[in-house]
């Protein structure tokens, strides 16, 4: 019985959609390094990462240092940016908080994306009854004040790391999982979809092998503008009391201490201030950046 040769791939046909990966990877680059305020942002974001990784290198003293008899203490050589109620060196512990306000920016953005993908990917898939269920349960809780659901959380949560991670996620999984279902919808009617089920593929293999790969484009560009958002959140919910708790010194928990005393030292609340805007701004222009050299078509 002679073979039919047109199932048979050959390597010329492997290695020219390996170049094409290549191009299309290369012009991405290109676009995204062709964007300067993407660059700047990129840089700055990276830079303010490497401060709080290297705090323990670039602080000049321990952030738990107490020194009640230099409270207040204006900039000088010795004290940057002067001291807290304490006498706490504040350039130090903004350095420090650096971790803990970037970790729960990070961290809660991709466990809120990570569980948006999974179930958007369950309901965009699946269709039917459990389209309907889960996107009744995405309209509910979409419908509570962000704020308020996720002060409701921190608060049951308690004012514990991980509480404030997944009060900061939780209100992002259903835009996550929207956005992706929205995509996944016109994705499954393709025809290599439909090849994949004929060849009795497993829909979790089909899911994560021919559906994500072909809708994950604006969850990307989504968790990276997130990132900023959820910083600011996790700030918001610290400046409230209600996240990170003192000592730490986690830049939103520095604001709530210095509100009292801001029209006095004002430089107590400025420094962790311009460090939560430098972040959010340099996260939003990498973020539109990302946007552009992704889909270039949506671009002024």
């Not at 939780?170 to 994949?196: D, H, N, P, S």
């Not at 994560?208 to 604006?218: E, F, G, T």
């Not at 830049?251 to 201490?257: H, K, P, Q, R, S």
Request: proline share 4%.
């Amino acid at each position: 019985m002679k073979k039919n040769k047109d199932f048979v791939p050959s390597k010329k046909n492997i290695s020219d959609e390996e170049i094409k990966k290549q191009s299309q990877f290369k012009e991405f680059i290109k676009r995204l390094a062709g964007n300067k305020l993407a660059l700047f942002g990129g840089i700055v974001f990276l830079i303010l990462c490497l401060i709080a990784i290297f705090a323990d290198k670039i602080a000049m003293y321990d952030y738990l240092e107490v020194d009640i008899a230099n409270k207040y203490a204006p900039i000088s050589r010795e004290h940057l940016l002067g001291t807290d109620q304490y006498g706490r060196d504040i350039f130090s512990r903004v350095i420090y908080g650096g971790r803990w306000s970037l970790t729960l920016g990070l961290a809660s953005t991709v466990l809120s994306t990570f569980l948006g993908i999974i179930v958007g990917s369950i309901a965009g898939y699946f269709g039917g009854v459990v389209d309907n269920v889960i996107m009744r349960i995405i309209d509910i809780v979409q419908c509570l004040p962000g704020i308020l659901l996720t002060i409701c959380i921190a608060t049951v949560m308690g004012n514990t790391f991980g509480g404030t991670i997944f009060a900061m996620s939780f209100g992002g999984i259903w835009g996550t999982a929207r956005m992706l279902r929205g995509q996944i919808l016109t994705v499954r009617k393709q025809e290599y979809v439909e090849a994949a089920r004929a060849t009795n593929n497993s829909s979790p293999r089909i899911i994560l092998k021919y559906v994500l790969p072909n809708s994950i484009q604006p969850i990307i560009i989504n968790a990276c503008m997130g990132v900023g958002g959820a910083i600011m959140g996790a700030s918001s919910l610290s400046f409230l009391g209600l996240g990170v708790q003192p000592p730490l010194p986690e830049w939103g928990a520095m604001l709530n201490d210095a509100r009292s005393v801001m029209r006095y030292y004002p430089n107590v609340m400025i420094a962790p201030l311009i460090f939560i805007s430098l972040t959010v701004l340099a996260v939003s222009l990498f973020g539109d950046g990302l946007r552009d050299a992704l889909d270039p078509r949506q671009i002024d």
